[in-house]
């Protein structure tokens, strides 16, 4: 089982306890998952992720194999291209990138071209819904959850397009989906990091209405406990439990075989 | 491919459980699929463990008054609701009584009526200030009862929400020095705001009880509730969202510092069985009992 969704390196807006490659692997290890895909933290929130590039690759070196880079790219910085090319060749699974945090608007084309460009060389590119409730931001956390139009806009910009969503809710999941054509839903998968559970069991209606295959197993860790996705599998409902209807992982998103 | 876990014995475990927040709906909340919800939640607990669901129920869910306004007549109607799910499923539901202080006298006689009808407890929602003079006499009349009071509260209140009128530790810090004799139960601090505002808001005061529900399972939190008022002030509870609660559960093994097994039995159960009316929740010990469990979650 891959975590498709983790980071580390610390949050600028509220203490985070060790956000440090070796935690990582050991909770991977109590939770009896396999891998991660990992990104860092900081550069979600720097101007020019490129530095914070270096410091992911560093850090996880000493864990290939365990622990999976997802650097960041940022699609209207000089030589961005080259940027993904490298990273891609240093073992990159897939790309983050963060519209909201670098002030796109929702039809950047900047961000089309790098969905597009990802698609081209076989990652994924995954957006990051939020980071922390909406309810609780800093003051100058003024960046907003990433938009529905965002998400939609990319997914129809060309066939090789592969998107990863993650920390997203049922609201923002059911409106991008149903927004799309069926082609077009094929290319975007979701984390259930961030999709409630019983009693409103929006995880099950999701199951149902959208099918299992568009969602993978991720965590948010280290923002959130990595016990939840967990704990919300085990509470679905008998017919959801079934080995018939088993969540995907990420490793269902085609990535170099794209 | 990720593989359900084999359901076989309770996810968290034998030991007693009792979720001191949980909410039922009903037929007039405006819902037509209401008896849904309800039934997943049994469903759910059944699942976890949990020995008995401490649970209030909002008027009409703003069906036809707000959620956190609700009409004399729809606090009625709730709390009646909520007796006959606790009258039907007597060994697993208890109910608090729900009501809006600025009613103030409607408030006491619904407080009187449904203890009557065994109510074990007060739920405040966001109706008024927690610091408000109105609170007085709902914190008296549930003091004379020996009644904890759940009340809602926001992780530090840094401007006014639309649809409530918001309290957040320090509000009700400031009641709860008033009532030194009243347990009042500070509601999710997962559910909302900056929990760490409220453990320096409310670490002093030691009739204050930290409900861990909530959606929101940021790391750290725990560890920060632990270790502003430890585990005799923590109280286990699920909210809305019953899949936090289980892995709030699951990450309590592992915070810092560590709780040991009477630590967990504690937040499990033992601090519930402290403040609510003695011998009021099915399947759960005195709390200076000494019983033997299988163990908790894992």
Redesign the interface.
């Known amino acids: ?1 891959i975590d498709a969704n983790t980071f580390i390196g610390p949050y600028p807006f ?4 060790h956000p440090d490659p070796d935690v990582l692997v050991r909770v991977l290890e ?1 939770e009896h998952i396999d891998t991660a895909w990992v990104g860092h933290l900081p550069s979600a929130f720097y101007r020019d992720p490129g530095a914070g590039n270096d410091a992911l690759f560093d850090a996880l070196s000493p864990y290939a194999g365990r622990l999976a880079p997802v650097p960041a790219i940022r699609p209207d910085w000089p030589r961005w291209e080259q940027a993904l090319a490298s990273v891609i060749e240093r073992g990159a699974v897939a790309v983050r990138a963060y519209p909201q945090q670098w002030g796109f608007g929702t039809h950047h084309p900047a961000l089309v071209e790098l969905a597009l460009a990802c698609g081209e060389s076989g990652v994924p590119l995954v957006l990051t819904t939020r980071f ?2 909406l ?2 931001r800093h ?1 100058m956390d003024t960046a907003g959850d990433l938009p529905a139009a965002t998400v939609r806009a990319l997914a129809r910009a060309g066939a090789r397009v592969r998107l990863l969503v993650t920390a997203a809710g049922r609201a923002l999941i059911e409106e991008v989906h149903w927004g799309l054509t069926p082609e077009e839903r094929a290319r975007v998968w979701w984390d259930i990091s961030w999709i ?6 929006e ?1 099950a209606h999701l199951l149902r209405t959208i099918g299992s295959r568009r969602f993978v ?1 991720g965590t948010g ?5 990595s ?2 996705p ?8 008998d017919e959801l ?1 079934s ?1 018939l209807a ?4 990420a490793a269902q998103i085609p990535a170099r075989s794209a | 491919m990720v593989e359900p876990a084999p359901r076989t014995a309770p996810l968290a475990g034998s030991e007693p459980l009792v979720d001191v927040h949980a909410h039922f709906l009903h037929a007039r909340a405006g819902r037509r699929d209401w008896e849904v919800p309800n039934r997943a939640r049994m469903r759910a607990g059944e699942r976890i463990g949990i020995t008995v669901h401490i649970a209030s129920i909002l008027g009409t869910w703003g069906h036809t008054s707000p959620v956190y306004f609700p009409s004399p007549r729809d606090v009625t109607l709730g709390n009646d609701e909520m007796l006959a799910i606790q009258d039907r499923d007597a060994q697993r539901v208890r109910a608090y009584v729900t009501v809006n202080p600025n009613d103030t006298a409607h408030a006491l006689e619904e407080i009187a009526r449904c203890a009557e009808r065994g109510a074990i407890g007060v739920k405040l929602a966001a109706s008024r200030r927690a610091d408000d003079p109105l609170l007085d006499p709902i914190a008296a009349a549930a003091e004379r009862r020996h009644f904890p009071i759940l009340h809602h509260i926001w992780q530090h209140r840094t401007r006014e929400w639309p649809g409530q009128e918001i309290s957040d530790g320090a509000d009700l810090g400031r009641l709860a020095l008033r009532h030194p004799r009243v347990a009042f139960i500070l509601a999710h601090i997962g559910g909302g705001g900056d929990y760490r505002h409220t453990f320096a808001a409310v670490a002093h005061i030691p009739n204050v009880y930290l409900d861990l529900s909530g959606s929101g399972v940021d790391r750290g939190m725990l560890d920060g509730a632990v270790r502003a008022v430890g585990a005799r002030r923590l109280l286990w509870g699920s909210d809305i969202t019953m899949e936090t609660g289980l892995a709030k559960l699951r990450a309590l093994e592992f915070v810092e510092p560590r709780l040991d097994a009477a630590g967990m039995s504690d937040v499990r159960w033992r601090n519930a069985a402290r403040i609510f009316p003695a011998g009021t929740l099915p399947g759960v010990p005195a709390p200076d009992a000494q019983p033997a469990f299988a163990g908790h979650a894992r």
Request: net charge neutral; proline share 18%.
């Open positions: 089982m509220r203490y985070v306890p109590r922390e409730d309810r609780q003051s409630w559970g019983p009693p409103e069991d995880l197993f860790w280290p923002l959130r406990l016990q939840t967990r704990a919300n599998l085990d509470l679905l409902p439990r080995p088993p969540l995907g992982d």
